[in-house]
DNA sequence: TATTGTTATACTCTATAACTATA
DNA sequence: TATAGTTATAGAGTATAACAATA
């Protein structure tokens, strides 16, 4: 097989794997928010405080407050106050939220399944591979 | 080789192809806002009036206007009138606007190629047949 | 005094509706 | 009258600065 350079394969595939990231996120329907989505999904594990999603959303406090009401108000997080600590807020998802938060990612599957059944199965090994190695390139 | 079902293989790979473009969108120093890099992009081969690029990046006509003002004001695109049809403008790259997106894709280029040197020879043979696959499969 | 969260205010990008110029 | 583009205005999301409550 012939192998480009290294410089030709990054550009290559930098390119498809956003054109396919951008894909998914016009084509599969947003019940969310790109950002209220990302909050939500930091919010899967553990509850967190205000500050602490938006030290890891890189967004400022009062940015990260609106996000958060806007998510309440649609009764996909709540607020609970912190016993310990009266000056801390703990924002986590609600059972509505992590059903939005599922189906979210059902939508997005679905997008990129739907265009993994016209492939062959020697293709489809090479995506099985490729798809690890993203995974930690990604993580890296 | 150990194959999964088509569904898991979409759901990691769709995973994987989002955060590599989410980290390059964050982490790719960016010289214009990623809707302005849109129109730029799609201005590189041909100019286009504003309503083709409202129609081709998916918002209203007054977005768009706003969108190319703001490319114009910095020196990155200028408008033209059509002499056959006094109605239409022509918005087209200047060459510094050419300038600015190709060192927007050698930054983000220069992302996966850092992560890529540290892989092995065959890890990048399977890359470099994910890469024709996922190309094909984002402008299907 | 330091920290958490919110409110006040302003700037940007988005939209719809209304307006101007041309076909 | 239909179309291209812009301007007017409003609704979100972002930010910084200022404020209230708690440690």
Do not use: N
Request: glycine letters at 4%; charged letters at 25%; proline letters at 4%.
């Amino acid at each position: 097989m012939y192998s480009p350079s290294l410089a030709h394969l990054a550009s290559d595939l930098r390119l498809a794997c956003m054109r396919i990231s951008r894909r998914i996120r016009f084509e599969s329907t947003q019940l969310v928010a790109p950002h209220q989505f990302s909050v939500m999904a930091r919010l899967e594990d553990k509850a967190l405080t205000p500050r602490a999603l938006a030290s890891i959303e890189c967004v400022s406090p009062p940015s990260m407050t609106r996000t958060v009401s806007g998510l309440v108000e649609r009764g996909l997080v709540v607020r609970q106050d912190d016993p310990q600590d009266g000056r801390q807020v703990f924002v986590s998802l609600t059972a509505q939220g992590l059903l939005t938060l599922k189906e979210t990612r059902r939508k997005r599957d679905a997008w990129m399944a739907t265009r993994l059944k016209g492939i062959s199965a020697e293709e489809r090994e090479v995506l099985v591979g490729a798809s690890a190695i993203l995974t930690r390139l990604a993580s890296e």
